[in-house]
T-cell receptor, first 115, second 114 residues
Framework: SQQGEEDPQALSIQEGENATMNCSYKTSINNLQWYRQNSGRGLVHLILIRSNEREKHSGRLRVTLDTSKKSSSLLITASRAADTASYFCATAPGLTQGGSEKLVFGKGTKLTVNP | EAQVTQNPRYLITVTGKKLTVTCSQNMNHEYMSWYRQDPGLGLRQIYYSMNVEVTDKGDVPEGYKVSRKEKRNFPLILESPSPNQTSLYFC?????????????FGPGTRLTVT
């Protein structure tokens, strides 16, 4: 069952610009995570935000979570060509729905940062 | 180095020939999971395991088997592979301590069934 849906599906920007990706989900969550995937390789965890948090920062990454709207955004500031990758949100359902072990991934946003 | 390893990385096989994809992690993680990734469908969970001898179905378990006899290993078994199982497969592991659930992924196994 697909829970998170990223928007846009693809995003192309110039180096130095900010990139914003959005994720919407349908049911209550324990936490929401963002992952990055370089072409054909394994996913790498970027940041986790819990359901009782509204904003979190890690380096050039800023994640927000609005549980009332069931949405999250990932902002990458001052983007670099090396940020070119696909970005996925993943939701861990709330405890009443089976627990956080069933992490559900969206289909991803493909980000291209042009030098 | 903390890592999740998968073998083989690439596999081409024929319909019906049983195969096993191995997954091993060296982080003493309780949780392990298998996903498949297909264009336009994202990652879908096949099976997961909360600890040794504890496994459960994910969203797309049909045609797959798993076992968890040791904490570090979580092999994925295709008893009779079919072309619709051609996909990119990822194994992942996570610690359940502290409630973080951050998953560590292996490098992937690209399987082609002809």
């Amino acid at each position: 069952s697909q829970q998170g849906e990223e928007d846009p599906q693809a995003l192309s920007i110039q180096e130095g610009e900010n990139a914003t990706m959005n994720c919407s989900y349908k049911t209550s969550i324990n936490n929401l995570q963002w992952y990055r995937q370089n072409s054909g390789r394994g996913l790498v965890h970027l940041i986790l935000i819990r359901s009782n948090e509204r904003e979190k920062h890690s380096g050039r990454l800023r994640v927000t979570l609005d549980t009332s709207k069931k949405s999250s955004s990932l902002l990458i500031t001052a983007s670099r060509a090396a940020d070119t990758a696909s970005y996925f949100c993943a939701t861990a359902p709330g405890l009443t729905q089976g627990g956080s072990e069933k992490l559900v991934f969206g289909k991803g946003t493909k980000l291209t940062v042009n030098p | 180095e903390a890592q999740v390893t998968q073998n083989p990385r690439y596999l081409i096989t024929v319909t019906g020939k049983k195969l096993t994809v191995t997954c091993s992690q060296n982080m003493n993680h309780e949780y392990m999971s298998w996903y498949r990734q297909d264009p336009g469908l994202g990652l879908r969970q096949i099976y997961y395991s909360m600890n040794v001898e504890v496994t459960d179905k994910g969203d797309v378990p049909e045609g797959y088997k798993v076992s968890r006899k040791e904490k570090r290993n979580f092999p994925l078994i295709l008893e009779s592979p079919s072309p619709n199982q051609t996909s990119l497969y990822f194994c992942a592991s996570s610690s359940l301590a502290g409630g973080s659930y951050e998953q560590y992924f292996g490098p992937g196994t690209r399987l082609t069934v002809t």
